[in-house]
């Protein structure tokens, strides 16, 4: 999970994967939407992707919307995605991002 304060331009880290044939390289940015944040992710949580995969979102964004603060059960998705060039996809990853109120 990761934290941003309200009215601060979120810039997501990104993603890495590593492949035994084709080596490392930078995994592309499948979207971001807001979501129903499930139980027990809160603004202290240690986990940065959660297992549990998104529900109960909303369209696609261009970005974490940073000008209001997220509600209560709710939090952005930025998922990621990676396949190889023989085709192999890797399971989705999701970021977890909280907009906290300053």
Known sequence: MTSVLQAVRYKDAGAMVADN????????????????????????????????????????????????????????VVTFSAADTAGNAAAAVHRWVIVTAR
């Open 21 to 76: 044939i084709d080596g490392s390289s930078l995994v592309a940015r499948a979207g971001v939407r807001l979501c129903a944040r499930p139980a027990g992710l809160s603004t202290t949580s240690g986990s940065d992707s959660l297992p549990s995969a998104p529900s109960g979102c909303g369209a696609g964004l261009a970005a974490v919307n940073t000008t209001l603060p997220t509600g209560a059960g709710e939090a952005y």
